[in-house]
Antibody, heavy 125, light 110 residues
């Protein structure tokens, strides 16, 4: 079964750090780009970061650039998100998501075809 | 404020057809494909439509997507109570160099 399982969420104070993990199973992890998407309580979805299959390319939303670092260990089938200098506005459920390889008429879908169950990060004093 | 614009809510009765709109710009929908996600209460999002109008395996053909210019739409026909959920559109944005989402539309089945 194709599955993503996040862990590492918690409650911490502003300015703190946290590392989220996402364990993948049921597919060839290194063949897929991966992303983190977050959802603040009662709000919509916000893309956070993405990393290529081999880890050589990363990009970030402006809201987290310079504070968050995405990485992956393909030998462990695990995706990470290192979050530093956390702010109250970073409070959210963080989902890891697989980026689909589906291409239609030569155009990549860029769809998130598999999602984890999410892990909650609360930043509060 | 989301980059893509969706109506906050919509509703319908069982068996009815409803549509959800998604408006963007030339830097996202106008030059890229649109994906739609369904989020049932208390669960993670699920891919519903990709590449404007393609359904992943297992998604009923009651769900369909379309795109024209800088706008897209999701249509749900034969509405069922289990369709009550939040629906999000998404597209790649060249200016932001990343995917952007709509604010979500809450569908209520009356």
């Amino acid at each position: 079964e194709v599955q993503l399982v996040e862990s590492g969420g918690g409650l911490l104070q502003p300015g703190g750090s946290l590392r989220l993990s996402c364990a993948a199973s049921g597919f060839t992890f290194s063949s897929y780009a991966m992303s983190w998407v977050r959802q603040a309580p009662g709000k919509g979805l916000e893309w956070v970061s993405a990393i290529s299959g081999r880890g050589g390319s990363t990009n970030y939303a402006d809201s987290v650039e310079g504070r968050f670092t995405i990485s992956r260990d393909n030998s462990k089938n695990t995706l990470y998100l290192q979050m530093n200098s956390l702010r109250a506005e970073d409070t959210a459920v963080y989902y890891c998501a697989r980026v689909s390889t589906m291409i239609v008429v030569g155009i990549p879908s860029n769809a998130f075809d598999i999602w984890g169950q999410g892990t909650m990060v609360t930043v509060s004093s | 404020q989301s980059v893509l614009t969706q109506p906050p809510s919509t509703s319908g009765t069982p068996g009815q057809r409803v549509t959800i709109s998604c408006s963007g710009s030339s830097s996202n929908i106008g030059s890229n494909t649109v994906n739609w996600y369904q989020q049932l209460p208390g669960t993670a999002p699920k891919l519903l439509i990709y590449s404007n109008n393609q359904r992943p395996s297992g998604v009923p053909d009651r769900f369909s997507g379309s795109k024209s210019g800088t706008s897209a739409s999701l249509a749900i026909s034969g509405l069922q109570s289990e369709d009550e959920a939040d629906y999000y559109c998404a597209s790649w944005d060249h200016s932001l160099n990343g995917p952007v989402f709509g604010g979500g539309t809450k569908l209520t089945v009356l």
